[in-house]
């Protein structure tokens, strides 16, 4: 069964971004009767200002002018290459994050056994005396300086 919509994504796109223009432009509306008379002089003449130059834009280029809010204006139209590094970025983060604290935990674990292997090196008992269960029991019951 075919969809009832054939409708392009860009035709979608831009029928969305005039409804929510459309709901900005009445919620702006209803607080435009609340302004003192200067703000609201101030505002008609921005906006008039604002209409002319998205006329003369579009007589210049040939083509509508569309307004691009945050980081879309960095990105470009469509985003491309940018903001899938954009999105590929923390993922390196944290994947590097997580090597360093795994690197940094297998040093200190070397450092630890070395420092053991050290001591008991540096012991005037031999290692196979570690390994004799009465000396075990001995370290347990006599207190040690």
Do not use: C
């Not at 979608?12 to 900005?24: H, N, Q």
């Not at 001591?119 to 008992?125: G, T």
């Amino acid at each position: 069964m075919k969809n009832s919509n054939t409708s392009t994504p860009a035709a979608t796109l831009d029928a969305l971004e005039s409804r929510i223009a459309y709901r900005i432009a009445a919620r702006l509306s209803e607080r435009a009767d609340a302004l003192d008379g200067d703000v609201a002089e101030r505002l008609r003449f921005a906006r008039e200002q604002a209409l002319e130059r998205a006329k003369a834009a579009r007589a210049a280029t040939g083509t509508p002018v569309v307004a691009v809010t945050g980081g879309a204006a960095l990105l470009g139209k469509g985003g491309g290459w940018w903001l899938r590094l954009g999105s590929a970025l923390p993922l390196l983060a944290l994947a590097a994050g997580l090597f360093l604290i795994q690197h940094l935990h297998t040093q200190a674990q070397i450092e630890a056994a070395a420092q053991i292997d050290v001591e008991l090196l540096a012991d005037d008992l031999p290692p196979e005396a570690y390994n004799d269960a009465g000396f075990v029991e001995f370290l347990k019951s006599s207190p040690l300086d």
